[in-house]
């Protein structure tokens, strides 16, 4: 039985190893900046905002003068991702643009991040804490004026 397992063993990790043999390299990291240091970025007219939450979240707040392309959509199957993202963005931000990303949280941001520095965005920065956290910390958001806008 022993000799069994230890065969067994070795074949796992001939495979583990082969397996990581075919591993891409990490991808790069993305850049985080607190709410503070965004909105410093935002101020100085060098970047715009992407914000990636849902159209209905955007709508019921955001930071002025952001544009809104949803990461994902929440459907009847639960959440889908964008197919059309990349597209979307690109239709509004050339690949050298400096982009600050946020969203509710931070989370989806960052995913973003990911999918628009693999498409060749060469200056985009993930909010921390996200729209939340830009809130929180008293930064001015935009909200519907009447129950007509939301």
Sequence with gaps: MRPAIAL???ALSALLVA?????KPPAA????????????L?????????????????????????????????TSQGKEKNPKFIEQVA?????QDSIVVGCKSGVR???????LMAAGFENVKNIEGGYDAWVENGFAVKKPQTQDEL
């Design 29 to 40: 990291a993305v850049a985080a900046v607190g709410v503070a240091a965004a909105a410093d």
């Design 8 to 10: 067994t063993i070795c």
């Design 19 to 23: 397996a990581r043999g075919s591993e």
């Design 91 to 95: 239709a509004h931000f050339d690949k």
């Design 42 to 74: 935002l101020r100085s007219g060098g970047h715009r905002y992407l914000d990636v939450r849902t159209e209905k979240e955007f709508r019921n707040g955001h930071v002025a003068d952001s544009l809104n392309v949803p990461y994902h959509f929440f």
């Design 109 to 115: 941001s960052e995913l973003a991040c990911f999918d």
